[in-house]
């Protein structure tokens, strides 16, 4: 319910502004008693022989004495940088003759060094930015993202390449909350971007049926990276540990980056969090958050035995393959609807249903979580939802019980471990004293409130 973090800062500083802003109302109706109107001006203050404005000076010296008048400068010409935005089907020639210039110009930058003819690896959305002065182009800044620039600076017939590389801000940021209907809307109200909660998510796919396992009172406490520039959050960064509660069972996970640089998330005992399958194969943020609801009511009926997990979602909702594999069928019939089956190594095979397109072709490899298609309600439905199917070799099983029996997710290998343990945990301290102190403040709060 209350934000945890950063935003209390920004809390405290609300109140000199105010304070600021209540001062300046004030004096503003005191200034325009003085000052008649025309003399407001910096023109007529200068004109200190008019009794009117003495008569302010005494009364008011500092803010005459800012009026004073400045001495006429001649005008004289600033270089400033003009920003075009790099659209579709954009190249160089279109970019430069928007600004005025032309091939010869664009030939000039891009053939004057190896290093500048890298300017040609333009994306849409980038913004270039020209520099004239007296209609003579002086310099290009290629800016490729908040963090990159590179900039194209005439120096006689060449054009030097300088490289701008910002560093971000780091901030690290907690946040927590108690489920009351859905993870997606408890880690909004958290404060949680949608991209944070959906790697949150992706991160226990493999172990938490975002769907169909949360509960009320499922809690999460989460400790991640904001990055800031020039004092402004312009990115969510990594999560580097969380933990999730579901029905009074604890999933812990870190972030580690292994001796050989490779990223991955794993359980306090270094058991990677990447399993051979997701738990729920399709994005769990699409499907109504009123789980308890759902789980009661018979949304679908089925006329045969039912071989699989029905997960009712609104259509168009993103189906995932559930893991890496080969697409072994992919069509349309009048039971199944449109369907995708994707084979896994030897032994497993998974079946979509009912899906409204399909995102692949028969024969395509597909890596877990690749988007294979979308939810729908063709064939026989009776409602949008995916039908889900798992089979080990051959034979339907129940994907809600059938993955404790799947091979174990790859660990660290020992020599790795201790190496693991000295950068996970001071994450796992600092975890559970922030998650204790938000225990803690969540019932201050909610006892002040009721003041
Ligand atoms: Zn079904």
Redesign the pocket.
Known sequence: MPRRGATKLSESTAYPKKNLLIAGALLLPLLLLLLPGEQATDEAAADVTQPAVAMVEQALPVIIESKAPEPQLEVIPVPEWQDTQVRNGDNLSLIFQRMGLNDGDVYKVVNSSKEAGKLTQIFPGQTMSFLFENGEFLALKHVKSPLESVVYQRDGGHFNVEKLIREPEVQRTFAGAEIKSSLFLAGQEAGLSHSTIMELANIFGGVIDFVLDPRVGDTFNVLYEDLYLDGEKFEDGNILAVAFTNQDKLYTAYRYVDSNNKVGYYNPEGVSMRKAFLRAPLDFTRVSSNFNMRRLHPV?K?TRP?R?T?YAAPTGTPVYAAGDGRVVEAGYTSANGNYVFIQHGQQYTTKYLHLNKRAVKTNQKVTQQQVIGWVGSTGLASGPHL?YEFLVNGVHRNPRTILQKLPQAKSLDKKEMPRFLEHTSPLGTQLASLSQQRLASNNSVSDSATL
């Open positions: 679908l089925h039912h699989g029905d039908h």
